[in-house]
């Protein structure tokens, strides 16, 4: 899957193993919508890399930061991982497929 702020800068890629999916990965509905759309088309995920990154340019110090502005920043940045590991854990450790991490491998 390929992931970009527009559709058209992933024109160049073809058709071929890529898909464009226009979502808000900072909503629950947007990770999920990504994921049902993944699995959908390929039908598992064997590889999940988070690296999401925006920026909403402000002039000024972090102490001038609103607290709307610092959970909007939390919830593209660190909860669109939270929710899609557990969308696709399931999946990975179905087919055996193990945590770097952890070792975990299904039964």
Do not use: Y
């Not at 709307?68 to 990975?92: G, K």
């Amino acid at each position: 899957m390929g992931k970009a702020r527009s559709r058209d800068s992933l024109a160049g890629l073809g058709d071929d193993g890529v898909l464009s999916v226009t979502v808000d990965l900072a909503t629950s509905e947007g990770t999920r919508e990504l994921m049902n759309q993944a699995f959908e088309r390929f039908g598992r995920v064997d590889i999940l890399l988070n690296n999401v990154n925006a920026t909403d340019p402000r002039m000024g110090e972090f102490s001038t930061v609103t607290d709307a502005q610092f959970l909007a920043s939390c919830d593209l940045h660190f909860m669109s991982t939270a929710r899609a590991c557990p969308a696709v854990l399931p999946s990975m450790l179905k087919q055996g497929l193990r945590s770097r991490w952890s070792g975990a491998r299904a039964a």
